[in-house]
């Protein structure tokens, strides 16, 4: 990465094709399984040009080596599958559902033992450590929004000789860069807000050490975790815009958060950006913005958050995040969501339209609760 740059620059700039006479400005769609002899990739599951930049791209975006997957959960699988029968993960009790679903398959199944932490308190996590092999952190957690005091536990981890990875997808660089803080690695769901208009599923893995960095590479070749090279080109030329569209979802979140904190109808906001958030203080020590994901629980349960979230005109009822369009749903809605999420709980992506449209549709929509 070039240190000259700010992030904003950075995603215009990394991943470029070297500047020729005549030479192309964004690097080509490579489409070839197959290739002549004599180089380093030697065949098309171990490398291809469209993803290298892409991962050059992201890599300088996040300050260490990446590697790109066919999704996210293909980069979070790739990360366990590296761990010995019989290591032990510590996490959140309540965090993504896709990770915290494959960890209970593999500590029902006896291959890992997994402790299941609240990552907002920060000596419980600490507690749970003695024997870990990997931490696992998601902060903001996926879907309430609870901040994990990364410096601190990744040096407390670090000093007892745990892996730490952290899931960066909600944060993303723009916010806070886990590597700089001792992180072993960094996964994104590029899907989201890197590659930004909901187009393409894609995962990232990014790391400083060399060694680390090998095995993942191998994990990606032998169990084929491949990204497509339409794929990786369109995340990239999302990428692009990546700075442009979070900050302008990261504001309107931000205000759209303070509008909802004093809706009669809702009945708690959880977005670190808010004073009254008890993760803000934790969150103003060390990031550099809130994101751009609010959710909040209205009064009533379940049909009357489902209602609501049938309801918008303008703000689409489905799953997923970080696009340029703001998307909504009610999150227990899915069988594997924790149970710790409140029924009522809507959790909001708010994307890249005016935010006094967006308010105006949220206002319209809490009308049918």
């Given at each position: ?83 010995p029968v019989g290591s032990v993960v510590t996490t959140s009790h309540q965090g ?274």
């Amino acid at each position: 990465m070039d240190k000259r740059f700010h992030l904003e620059t950075i995603a215009i700039t990394a991943g470029r094709p070297t500047p020729i006479a005549d030479g192309p400005v964004n690097p080509p769609i490579s489409l070839n399984s197959t290739l002549h002899a004599g180089g380093p990739i030697g065949y098309g599951r171990y490398g291809n040009e469209t993803w290298t930049a892409l991962e050059d791209a992201i890599g300088s975006l996040e300050g260490g080596r990446t590697l790109v997957f066919s999704s996210g959960m293909a980069a979070i699988s790739a990360v366990f599958s590296l761990l010995p029968v019989g290591s032990v993960v510590t996490t959140s009790h309540q965090g993504y559902s896709g990770t915290m679903t494959l960890l209970n398959s593999l500590h029902q199944s006896g291959r890992i033992e997994v402790r299941f932490v609240d990552l907002a308190n920060t000596q419980e996590v600490i507690s749970a450590l003695p024997g870990t092999s990997l931490l696992w952190l998601e902060s903001p957690t996926n879907p309430c929004l609870d901040i994990a005091d990364l410096p601190t536990l990744i040096s407390a981890a670090k000093q007892m000789g745990c892996g730490v990875a952290v899931d960066n997808t909600f944060a993303t660089p723009m916010v806070q860069k886990p590597l700089s803080f001792g992180a072993d690695m960094v996964m994104h769901s590029v899907t989201k807000y890197l590659a930004g208009h909901s187009d393409v599923v894609l995962g990232s893995i990014s790391t400083n050490d060399d060694a680390l960095f090998s095995r993942i590479s191998d994990s990606r070749k032998l169990n084929g975790a491949i990204p497509g090279p339409f794929e990786a080109w369109l995340a990239l030329r999302g990428l692009r815009t990546f700075a442009l569209r979070f900050d302008r979802a990261q504001s309107s979140a931000g205000e759209l958060a303070r509008r909802l904190s004093m809706h009669h109808k809702i009945t708690k906001v959880y977005y670190p950006g808010l004073q009254t958030d008890s993760n803000h203080e934790r969150a103003m020590n060390f990031m550099s913005g809130y994101g751009a994901v609010v959710s909040f629980t209205i009064i009533g349960g379940a049909v009357e958050a489902d209602r609501v979230c049938e309801a918008a005109e303008l703000i689409t009822n489905a799953t997923s995040l970080g696009g340029v369009e703001s998307l909504w749903e009610r999150r227990r809605r899915w069988a594997l969501e924790s149970a710790s999420v409140p029924e009522s709980l809507i959790r909001l992506s708010v994307g890249c339209e005016n935010v006094e449209d967006l308010w105006a549709d949220i206002e319209s929509a809490l009308q049918h609760a």
